[in-house]
């Protein structure tokens, strides 16, 4: 049973350009979540899509988007890339909200760094 | 405003017992949950208290007090490998009901010693 995965691992960028990160959930997942996590920080949500749409959104400007594709994945496309979009990427899935227990499912990351 | 309190960091010794305290104060709530994450890795869910009381998984328990805004995570005989940063995360509630959102604090980085 795979887990959730992510690429790349590893993105180096420069200001200015744009990049997209990838994330396949858990098998028999439907909610993708992403979140971002600087250095020494706890993850902040950036938003969630279920049934191909986004669900929810946290404090973070337009430059972040995403989609979900019919099979699930998903990508997150950040635009216009600042210094201060290096951080760590995490793709989490889960199941409809409301299921007991609650567990979400983060994948390994995709370190990205802005020069 | 949302914000969730822990101690930076806590240093204990193999076999020990350590306690990660967390306060929170957000707009909605339905639950508060647990994550332990390496170095370098991906969090890993560890507990999870809807209600208040004690959740027991192995050698982790986490509890709740709703009425206090406070729950703490508590680690028993701990092992070299429990080094790692330790996230409480609330669960928000919307309108429409439960969430999948998690608000994170900033995490609790413990320290396992010989």
């Known amino acids: 049973d795979a887990g959730v995965t992510q690429s790349p691992t590893h993105l180096i960028k420069t200001r200015g350009q744009q990049v997209t990160l990838r994330c396949s959930p858990k098998s028999g997942h439907d909610t993708v979540s992403w979140y971002q996590q600087a250095l020494g920080q706890g993850p902040q949500f950036i938003f969630q899509?279920?049934?191909?749409?986004?669900?929810q959104r946290g404090n973070f400007p337009d430059r972040f988007s995403g989609h979900q594709f019919p099979n699930y994945s998903s990508e997150l496309n950040v635009n216009a890339l600042l210094l201060g979009d290096s951080a760590l990427y995490l793709c989490a899935s889960s199941s409809l909200p409301g299921l007991a227990p609650d567990t979400q499912y983060f994948g390994p990351g995709t370190r990205l760094t802005v020069l | 405003g949302q914000s969730l309190e822990q101690p930076s960091e806590v240093t204990a010794v193999e076999g020990a017992i350590v306690q990660i305290n967390c306060t929170y104060q957000t707009s909605g709530f339905y639950g508060l949950s647990w994550y332990q994450q390496h170095d370098g890795g991906a969090p890993t869910f560890l507990s999870y208290?809807?209600?208040?009381g004690l959740e027991e998984t192995g050698r982790f328990s986490s509890f709740l007090s709703r009425s206090d805004s406070y729950g703490y995570l508590l680690l028993q005989e701990l092992q070299m490998k429990d080094s790692a940063s330790y996230f409480c995360?609330?669960?928000?509630?919307?309108?429409?009901?439960?969430?999948?959102?998690?608000?994170f604090g900033t995490g609790t980085l413990l320290a396992v010693q010989p």
């Open positions: 899509y279920y049934e191909e749409e986004e669900r």
């Open positions: 995360a609330v669960r928000e509630i919307s309108r429409g009901g439960a969430t999948n959102k998690l608000i």
């Open positions: 208290n809807a209600l208040d």
